[in-house]
């Protein structure tokens, strides 16, 4: 079954906050993490970021590269079954770029699927986009274009509002 594109992103409660921290952690290098939540028609939701270390390899080149460890890959799944969720993409940073997938992440990327950037250059909020990753079928992938989505900031739950700090 091939998935609808979405129209809408939407991220739940304190997701942004806890995805740029993750992210902007990792620098240097390129952080990365993967987006846990639900698709529902064309809307998007992610409801939690399962943060991942980049295992790229030679490590010299995870300024400018990442790899998720495929462990956590198959842990966060398994997570997600046993609460009616899904993995819905990636998120990774550019430290050194703009937020835009890169031929790298093109060549690399398995669609469909979600992909967030945040770039190390931008100012807020344009340093943090999203991106709908097509099904590249028998085209070579740099030939399948991304759509990007307005990222959608959705209220924390009630007495939710501190993340424990």
Same mark, same amino acid.
């Given at each position: 079954m091939r998935a609808l594109t979405p129209e809408r992103l939407q991220f739940g409660? $304190?997701?942004l906050i806890v995805l740029e *921290? @993750? #992210?902007r952690a990792a620098e240097p290098e390129e952080g990365c993490a993967l987006l846990l939540g639900t698709h529902s028609h064309t809307t998007l939701r992610v409801q939690w970021i399962w943060p991942c270390r980049n295992v790229w390899t030679p490590a010299e080149e995870r300024r400018q590269r990442f790899s998720l460890d495929p462990r956590e890959q198959l &842990?966060?799944? *398994?997570?997600?079954?046993? *609460?009616? #969720?899904t993995v819905l993409g990636? =998120? !990774?940073? $550019?430290p050194t770029s703009a937020a835009v997938p890169? =031929? @790298?992440d093109r060549q690399r990327c398995v669609g469909p699927t979600l992909m967030v950037i945040r770039s190390g250059l931008e100012p807020p909020p344009? $340093? &943090?986009?999203a991106w709908w990753m097509p099904e590249v079928g028998g085209a070579p %992938? !740099? #030939? =399948?274009? %991304?759509? +990007?989505?307005?990222? +959608? %900031?959705q209220p924390a =739950? %009630?007495?939710a509002e501190h993340l424990g700090e």
């Open positions: 409660g $304190h997701c *921290r @993750t #992210l &842990l966060a799944q *398994r997570w997600c079954r046993n *609460r009616a #969720l990636a =998120a !990774h940073s $550019h890169s =031929a @790298t344009a $340093h &943090l986009r %992938p !740099h #030939l =399948a274009d %991304p759509k +990007e989505l307005a990222i +959608e %900031p =739950a %009630p007495g």
